[in-house]
């Protein structure tokens, strides 16, 4: 193929030299003489030639490749954390590959294979919807290959992991909706085997608790995508006791039960309030513009990977101790109020 990328092997053929010399020439080795240098140089950068990062890890001892698993990259949350670990890793020198798992538990399983034949140094990860069987990860682990998770962590497998503070975001945003007057609020999470439904579901109820508010089983419903507030929002607004506010697990779906009493001709916030989580483009692309929980996903990405770079710095160093040590971030979330909030 004429656009091919070249090879150093292609470089060694046009030159009339030997690949090792190409291949030393390239890396400034002062054996090879200055204007042999030169020459391959020049060559390679009249030619576009690339190196092949993954092929130079293969014949390395030293991986500099991250592997980084997101669940899926439509989710403004996720695009924000995968920029925060690609902005570190490049200052680091690290490259970074990334998959998504689709929120499929197969497919994860095979990108996790995929990275360790592809011999990362380590990997960032967030669990896919279906994930929740965890052997894969223990796997990597055992490889010697160093595992943060962030967001959906996964607590049956003993390693770092950087979260927002969930229960702190659910609660301030509950307790918000409470003091402006809501009663009967609905709370839309994802799977109930998911570390942050727990956590936002716990600081919904705490919060309902707090102001001594009835727990009716019937406003904890599993919704967390548009598509599925949309189905189910209007059933939900023609019961004879209607909620008075929804607290969603994230912002697809806040703005789907948005647009479903829109539909309906419910005033919002009126007559119904909404609250989010994430604070992404779509909360501020609605009218009204979404109350919601704000992530700070870069943070999250970079802290995640910090931790993974002195975890894998530990190992190449082989400090004593390096294996017993557990470090955990917690990033803090704020509440943002607009316009479907009174």
Avoid: W
Wanted: include cysteine.
């Amino acid at each position: 193929m004429a656009n091919a990328p070249i090879t150093i092997k292609d470089i060694a053929l046009a030159l009339g030299v030997s690949v090792s010399t190409v291949s030393r020439a390239l890396k400034n080795n002062p054996d090879i003489s200055k204007e042999t240098r030169q020459l391959v140089n020049d060559y390679a950068r009249t030619h576009n030639y690339k190196p092949n990062v993954m092929a130079a890890n293969l014949r390395s001892s030293r991986s500099t490749v991250i592997g980084v698993i997101v669940p899926q990259l439509v989710h403004h949350f996720f695009s924000c954390v995968l920029s925060g670990i690609e902005q570190k890793a490049s200052a680091a020198g690290y490259t970074i590959l990334v998959a998504q798992s689709r929120e499929k538990y197969d497919e994860e399983v095979t990108i996790v294979r995929r990275f360790q034949e592809a011999r990362v140094c380590g990997v960032i990860a967030s669990l896919a919807k279906e994930t929740s069987r965890y052997d894969h990860y223990q796997d990597l682990i055992d490889a010697g290959i160093p595992v943060v998770f962030y967001d959906r962590i996964c607590t049956g497998v003993k390693t770092e992991r950087v979260v927002v503070d969930d229960y702190a975001g659910a609660f301030a945003a509950v307790e918000y909706l409470i003091q402006t007057g809501c009663k009967r609020i609905c709370f839309m999470g994802a799977a109930p085997h998911l570390e942050i439904t727990k956590n936002r579901k716990n600081g919904y109820l705490d919060a309902l608790h707090r102001y001594t508010i009835p727990i009716d089983e019937q406003l904890i419903i599993t919704c967390d995508s548009q598509q599925k507030a949309l189905a189910i929002t209007p059933d939900i607004l023609e019961r004879p006791n209607r909620p008075d506010a929804f607290f969603a697990i994230n912002d697809e779906t806040a703005a789907g039960v948005l647009h479903a009493c829109k539909m309906a001709g419910i005033r919002v916030p009126e007559e119904v309030s909404i609250c989010g989580f994430s604070d992404g483009m779509i909360a501020q692309s609605t009218d009204p513009q979404l109350t919601t929980v704000e992530q700070h996903g870069e943070e999250v990405g970079s802290s995640a990977f910090t931790i993974l770079q002195e975890k894998i710095e530990r190992q190449e160093g082989a400090k004593e101790g390096c294996g017993t040590l557990t470090k955990n971030r917690i990033v803090r979330t704020n509440l943002v109020v607009r316009g479907t909030t009174k």
